[in-house]
């Protein structure tokens, strides 16, 4: 029987400690370990400030199954997934940070589960948040009790990108080819049988987290509004409400004022009224809005991600 394939892709994004470390654990813990599979690794190198490019090709000069694609910019971790899913040569398709806080060692686990024809795709989450700021976790926690209450697509709390995929997943997964991409959704989306793996957190290897909070905010955004149009409906119940509410105190207003003359007093009031309607009204407008510009992005059909260099 022909020797089977798996590729693994690693984003990275200013990663220069990092990926040594962990070009050596997936050689000694994976590659060694499962002599009857043939290895293709893709580094993405998502436009890095500092010397992982020289660090990956370094790398692939020693190493033919090292595969690499630089971007021109830094474009996010999911252009970087997407790239290199369209680049992935593999049977099997596997996707882990360079930070080994997605032990390496799965993989083998993985593959074995694979085997069994049972399941398309393993994936994991993690269960613990062990070593991340406490006000991180509760925002995280927050966010998957809220996307999973208004989105049809199941979210798994804790789940990483890191998983191992049969290839037609990933065929289904690059079909998928929108601008703005939230993989944790897309993965769901596809369908497929998936078996999930769990595991306890671990602290990254070398170098910082890319995150900050805001850009997490912004993040979770990008998984409610590309998972669930909720929000409109909620910004057309909240205002439908309060058309009823207002129709309500205009008859109460106008009987009042017939039974006792002069009853509608207080500007300060009135103020605050305009003030927490003219709020609510914007706020609807502002979802609207997101979801505008989310069409308008996409309407663009703008590449997810542009290679400056690859071997
Ligand atoms: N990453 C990337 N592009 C980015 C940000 C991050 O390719 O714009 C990569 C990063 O190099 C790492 C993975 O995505 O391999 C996860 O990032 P990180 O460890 O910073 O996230 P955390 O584990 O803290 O959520
Ligand atoms: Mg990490």
């Keep these: ?80 997934i997407y790239a290199g899913l369209n680049h992935a040569t593999g049977d099997y398709v596997a996707i882990m940070d360079v930070d080994l806080q997605d032990p390496p060692e799965l993989l083998i686990l993985m593959y074995e589960t694979l085997l069994t024809d049972e399941y398309d795709c393993v994936a ?65 989306w596809v369908g497929f049988n998936t078996k999930w793996i769990e595991f306890e957190n671990v602290e990254r290897v070398a170098g910082i987290t890319k995150w900050s909070f805001w850009e997490l905010f912004l993040y979770s955004l990008e998984g409610i509004i590309s998972f669930s149009t909720a929000p409109l409906a909620i910004a057309s119940v909240t205002g439908f409400i309060f058309f009823v509410l207002s129709f309500l105190a205009i008859v109460v207003i106008i009987i009042r004022e017939m039974m006792w003359h002069g009853s509608a007093f207080g500007w300060p009031s009135l103020v605050c009224i305009i003030f927490f309607i003219g709020g609510i009204q914007l706020f609807c407008i502002g979802i609207l809005g997101q979801y505008m510009a989310r069409t308008y992005l996409e309407t663009k059909k703008r590449p997810i991600y542009i290679v400056k260099e690859h071997n």
């Excluded at 993405?44 to 199954?65: F, H, Y």
């Excluded at 998957?144 to 890191?162: C, H, L, M, P, W």
Aim: positive net charge; hydrophobic residues 40%; glycine residues 4%.
């Design 1 to 80: 029987m022909e020797k089977q394939k798996i590729s693994i892709i690693i984003p990275c994004y200013s990663e220069e400690e990092a990926i040594p470390i962990c070009y050596n654990a997936l050689i000694k813990e994976v590659i060694l370990r499962l002599s009857e599979v043939n290895f293709e690794i893709i580094f993405i190198d998502d436009g890095s400030k500092d010397e992982t490019l020289k660090v990956i090709k370094n790398l692939s000069e020693k190493d033919s199954r090292i595969k690499y694609l630089s971007f021109s910019r830094n474009f996010g971790k999911e252009a970087a």
């Design 124 to 188: 994991t989450r993690r269960t613990t948040r062990q070593g991340e700021p406490f006000i991180r976790s509760f925002f995280a926690k927050a966010f998957y009790r809220f996307i999973n209450k208004i989105s049809q697509t199941d979210i798994v709390e804790g789940a990483r990108d890191f998983r191992l995929m049969k290839r037609p997943m990933v065929e289904a997964i690059l079909k998928v080819g929108e601008y703005n991409r939230f993989s944790k959704g897309i993965f769901e």
